[in-house]
């Protein structure tokens, strides 16, 4: 049977340099739409997107990714991992970089012309990387993840540093690929990205607070955004 769940974790539990950076979380992100991870700095998003992209070593739980434990060879090509260090070689062309990747993942031998176009870096299909600004070079991060057309994109603060205009069309495509099917997990620590999700989870100090729609979360606070209906549930954790 198909599982209605992108992702489902129970008693999450991780511990980095001695530290438990993540306390028994339980969360269940539903498929074909965009959940937004916000918290602050250090509270633990990169940890938990590791978990799920599974190259984190857990202590205690399970995390399920599109209904297999999490890192099975199985998911290879159905999930789509954006770090927040650029993950492409700065001394090959755009187009270099793609082709190369969609070789390995055995993607179509047109999905580099398309990804770059998605992306909006046509035009730059011939710059090496190292030469284009640190935005652009983002966009080619998130074109490789965008390569086979993964079910899964987990995208680990994709708009960061980007001006207001590129950042509004990050989040039309976001939107367009999750129109398409595609379940996106998306983090930021700018709490006024979250309105453009259809889920939030949000975090700090390594444990969910809420786990809700953005219009729920400030119904049940009586907050009017979503930076206030974060201190409002951490007031009442208190
Ligand atoms: N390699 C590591 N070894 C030990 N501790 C680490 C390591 N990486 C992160 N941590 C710790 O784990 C905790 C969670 O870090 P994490 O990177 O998941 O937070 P984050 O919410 O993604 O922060 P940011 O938004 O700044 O990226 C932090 O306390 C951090 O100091």
New binding site residues.
Partial sequence: MMNSSAVLAAGLTVE????T??HGLDLDIPRGAITGLL????????????SIVGVQRIAAGRVEVLGVPAGSAALRDKVGYVT?APSVYGDLSVTENLVYFAAVLGAPRQDPARVIAQVGLGGHEHDTVDRLSGGQRARVSLAAALLGHPELLVL??PTVGLDPVLRQDLWRLFRGLADDGATLLV?S?VMDEATRCDKLLL?RD?RLLAHDTPEALLSTTGTADIDSAFLSLVEAGR
């Fill in positions: 980095r340099g001695g530290h950076v993540l918290g602050p700095s250090g509270c633990g998003k990169t940890t938990l997107l590791r927040q680990d603060e983090s620590h975090m390594g």
